[in-house]
């Protein structure tokens, strides 16, 4: 391992060593003295009225220091929580919404809706008490589904959203959409659903909450991803200016977007703290992750694709619907007047697209994001268009990808709806990885499958999102008298290996030693701002601002520097660490160059914060192969191969495991996950692991995963996103292998995740 490890090189991540030894900092293993425990209780029913609640029994039951519901939410001036983005980011339209209490008041709406909540001095006593309370429930009829909630004799969940309906929008030029369907030689028309998923971390949502009395200052230990701009909101919700509010997330065991916003759990854990002046602690069961954590996808779509007589595309329609749960939370609306919109066609040349997107609400879980939110919905839509034109006009599927791909001198493109992506090389990739997946010899694996009573099918899938998250970003490098330097950020790390990427591309750009640079993180006191995890984004903001801190550092080192060997500062240059008087061998490094500032009251600490103008688009084509079992409808993924574009890697090493932990996601959605709910009680039925399938090792194949970096042309570091190309891709580039596999018995489509019985009835109805 060379000494200063920087980019491009793979050196092992520094975190894994705590963590497989046990010394994690995660959030249950955090010790707190006078601790007390809380237990949520949760709404039984899917949508009813509360009559009264009852909680006298409960709040003398032994250990319990407080029982809290939302009259005393209403007596202490709490507020419940609203969306992120409350209008539509394309026209300012507000969206219809109302917010999600704290503790439910008049109405449950959802299944795990909290309802009270009981603080005891254990957790048993908590939840032994939590049994006392007795809610009077008036139940009422159950929507769960987008196209229920828009009924007209639909159980209404809200008045303020009339016809469960929270945005209603049109947009693209549906005129010029119009006429290219009217000249046509060619129109093929999908009905795709996009099914519920539920990302289930390892490391379940929890938070332990503390009161200073003294300085009135709330101090939240938390397993999320986004901790400075939750604060905000939490910190709206108690009424507090948020820097009474401090956020600590030491380690985080996954998030994959369920931790990315806040939940009514942070403001009640520090609301009750205060309340028993006693630190309290609440960790999610694996039964409130199922039924209360932000869940992801679920929406449905009629898409056409109109091409002409060459297979070229000449306009794309969808009109979509989109199921948001009981409430607008996080980004809901935002994401799909943002990034479900964003990349309609960026891959390929579409003149002109008119989408129609609605969103409404139902008595289900909130629906937040998981990787690849609004962009994966896109992906998958067009993808299967695009080989369902292909068995239409007899034009091969990989042909048809090419002729409609945006070739690389056409860069920087703007799509039909406005939006620019700055870099690809799309038929590359494509080419790449239809050589690397050995596609010329498919025909024989399929021969081979047949003879073992198998059908094989081959499909792939062409992947692009847009990375960046929010906006802004900052990091803070300090230069310690030990020697060693102190990289605090704003971004978080939540498995990713940000502790050994960051320092390579601080110890890249200054020619450090890698192992004297420490990453801090995880504390809003640490740092003013922060944008968190979220969007692929770490490594391109967070990095962008390491890029630029260091260039402030460099140009403050080269005066002093200047001074030192008394030269102008012109003659300086600054390479490999060392500052260097041009056309000589006279240099002072860099250590000795922040000795110097720091005697002199000039040190090179140095603080940036930046905000993007533009995202970065990491690209690439999935290729797969599958077996499926006729008789029985099992499928088995038997090959995987990806090829992707992300920009210049800092660490490949890291990379790959990103890419396979995307990939491995996406597999789950596309053959194993579903959440489902009774349609008419709201209850649901996929509520553990023994009625929801996660993904296992023996699920998966080996991935074979290569490289076509182009690198970014918006930041200064080349990078692009890394950590959500397979959840985006997987599950469009299996969905059309299976298909290929079942075309000899008729199948045109199928539902949900490809689980054996749903195959199987495919199978069965197609006779």
């Known amino acids: 391992m060379s000494t200063i490890d920087g980019i491009g090189q793979s050196p092992r991540r520094r975190e894994d060593q705590r963590f497989v030894t046990g010394n994690g900092a995660y959030l249950d293993d955090l010790r707190f003295d006078g601790l007390a425990h809380a237990v949520v209780l949760r709404s039984p029913h ?37 969306p992120y983005g409350e209008t539509n980011t394309q026209t300012g339209e507000p969206f219809a919404f109302i917010p999600q209490p704290l503790l439910a008041t008049d109405k449950v709406r959802f299944v795990g809706e909290p309802v009270a909540l009981v603080v005891a001095e254990t957790r048993a006593q908590a939840l032994d008490a939590a049994e006392l309370i007795a809610v009077d429930y008036d139940a009422l009829p159950a929507v769960t589904t987008a196209e229920a909630a828009r009924a007209a004799d639909a159980p209404q969940l809200a008045t303020d959203i009339p016809g469960n309906t929270c945005l209603d929008w049109q947009t693209g030029d549906s005129v010029a959409v119009d006429k290219a369907f009217g000249a046509a030689a060619h129109i093929v028309s999908l009905t795709l659903g996009n099914h519920r998923v539920v990302a289930n971390p390892m490391e379940p949502r929890g938070t332990v909450g503390s009161f200073d009395a003294a300085t009135g200052r709330y ?28 956020f600590v997330a030491p380690d985080v065991g996954g998030g994959f977007g369920a931790k990315n916003f806040a939940y009514v759990e942070h403001a009640l854990i520090l609301w009750a703290a205060r309340r028993t002046g006693r630190t309290v602690k609440w960790i999610a069961s694996r039964s409130d992750v199922f039924l209360s954590d932000h ?65 409404v609400v139902t008595n289900t879980a909130p629906i937040g994001v998981t990787r690849g939110p609004g962009f994966a919905e896109a992906i998958n839509i067009v993808e299967r268009l695009i080989d369902a034109a292909a068995r239409q006009t007899g034009i091969d599927r990989a042909e048809l990808r090419r002729r409609n791909m945006v070739p690389p001198e056409a860069m920087p493109m703007t799509n039909a709806l406005g939006f620019q992506v700055d870099s690809g090389h799309f038929a590359k990739a494509l080419d790449l990885a239809l050589h690397r997946a050995d596609c010329t010899g ?62 390579q591309i601080l110890a890249a750009r200054l020619g450090l030693p890698n192992a004297r640079i420490r990453l801090i993180q995880g504390d809003t006191d640490l740092i003013p701002a922060g944008g968190g995890h979220g969007s692929s984004r770490a490594t391109y903001m967070g990095g962008t601002a390491i890029w630029r801190a260091c260039e402030e550092i460099v140009a403050k080192g080269t005066a002093l520097a200047a001074e030192a ?44 914060a930046w905000t993007r103008e533009h995202m970065t688009f990491p690209n690439g084509a999935h290729v797969v192969e599958v077996e499926v079992d006729r ?59 023994m009625d929801y399938a996660l993904p296992r090792a023996d699920d998966l194949p080996s991935f074979d995963l290569g490289f076509n970096g182009v690198p970014c042309t918006t930041n200064p570091l080349g990078v692009k996103g890394c950590g959500e190309a397979g959840a985006i891709a997987a599950f469009p580039a299996i969905a059309n292998a299976i298909l290929d596999a079942l075309a000899p018995l008729g199948v045109q489509g199928f539902d949900g995740p490809a689980s054996p019985a749903r195959i199987w009835q495919a199978i069965e109805a197609a006779k």
Not at 452 to 460: D, I, Q, S
Not at 576 to 590: N, P, Y
Not at 648 to 662: D, Y
Request: no cysteine; proline share 4%.
């Open 631 to 689: 008789d029985t409808g099992r499928v088995a993924l038997v090959r995987y191969t990806a090829v992707d574009d992300y920009g210049v890697l800092v660490n490949p090493m890291v990379a790959s495991g990103q890419a396979h932990g995307a990939m491995a996601q996406g597999i789950g959605q596309a053959l194993l996950e579903g959440a489902v709910y009774d349609p008419a009680s709201g209850q649901m039925i996929t509520g553990s692991f």
């Open 565 to 608: 060997l008394e030269t102008a500062v012109a003659d300086i240059r600054f390479e490999a660490g060392r500052f260097v008087v041009s056309g000589t061998d006279r240099a002072i490094g860099l250590p000795e160059v922040v000795a110097l500032g720091r005697e002199k009251g000039k040190p090179l600490d140095t603080f940036h």
């Open 442 to 503: 498919f025909a024989e694996r399929r021969r081979d499958s047949e003879a073992r009573g198998r059908l094989r099918g081959l499909g792939f899938a062409y992947h692009i999102k847009g990375t960046g998250g929010p906006p802004d970003e900052n990091v803070d490098i300090r230069f310690e008298a030990d020697g060693s330097v102190s990289l605090i950020t704003g971004t978080q790390h939540i498995g990713q290996g940000h502790e050994t990427t960051f320092p």
């Open 219 to 246: 101090t939240l230990h938390v397993s999320s991803q986004n901790i400075h701009i939750n604060r905000t909101f939490v910190a709206r919700s108690l009424a507090v200016d948020p820097s009474r509010v401090r």
């Open 295 to 359: 869940a992801a996808r679920d929406m449905q779509a009629e898409a056409a694709l109109a091409l002409d007589a060459e297979g070229r595309f000449l306009a794309l329609r969808i009109a979509s619907i989109a199921n948001l749960g009981a409430y607008m939370i996080g980004v809901g609306g935002s994401l799909l007047s943002n990034q479900y919109i964003h990349l309609q066609g960026s891959v390929y040349r579409i003149p002109a697209i008119a989408l129609r997107v609605t969103a």
């Open 46 to 82: 899917g949508h009813a009225r509360i009559r009264s609640i009852e909680i006298e029994a409960a709040r003398h039951a032994p250990g319990v220091l407080v029982v809290l519901t939302a009259a005393d939410v209403d007596a202490d001036g709490l507020k419940p929580f609203r």
